[in-house]
């Protein structure tokens, strides 16, 4: 096992560990403290990885965190506030691209090779998870972050689009990834995280 790939996997562990003690974190401050009491609070990766989310790690190095639980109704403002818990995973990989971002622009040259590698990969991954968990597919959180500017008159529908749109979606990564990438040459997944993640890491470093 080459030393990228090391790194590759330790930071999807990290990243997604943050990913989702984030979720867990703002649901317990307001007001939920369903994901506390299962122990989701917690920079344990243990407490987060899910079986599929880690095959699908594994397969196409692109994955996801078990589901953080969260009862709405604890919420003062229910709709609100689960859109803010939502967004606080992607919000928290963003923040650590950030923070990374410190010692790759200032320091690198001070820094040893080898640990400047583990924190381009660490702030690489932290930029796809966010790029990627903004997509508006259920259970990412853009489909939960976008709930909140749905028309009442569109709540019903919505809510069954989220209950059954994860096997549509289930199904389009893997067409995306095994068929239109493979056979011809072009992923819809990877022109769009490639764009945001190209944004992103441009603004970050900009100017350096």
Partial sequence: MNLELVFLIIALLIVITVH????????NYLGDPTAKLAGRVSLNPLKHLDPLGTIMLVLIHIGWGKPVPV???????????????????????????????????????????????FLGTLLDVSILLFAFNMLPFPPLDGSKIIEIFIPRKYELAY?????????????????????????LGVSILSQFMGIIYTFIKSFIFLGS
Avoid: M
């Avoid at 989702?20 to 649901?27: K, P, Q, Y």
């Avoid at 506030?81 to 606080?88: E, F, I, K, V, Y």
């Fill in 71 to 117: 009862n709405p109704g604890y919420f003062r403002k229910p709709k609100r506030d689960n859109a803010l818990t939502a967004l606080a995973g992607p919000a928290a990989n963003l923040l650590l691209a950030l923070i990374l971002a410190l010692p790759l622009k200032y320091w690198y040259a001070y820094l040893p090779s080898k640990f400047v590698l």
């Fill in 20 to 27: 989702e003690c984030a979720h867990a974190w703002v649901a």
């Fill in 159 to 183: 809510k069954r689009y989220l209950q059954a749109g994860f096997n549509y979606f289930v199904i389009f990564v893997l067409f995306d990834q095994f068929v239109l990438a493979r056979v």
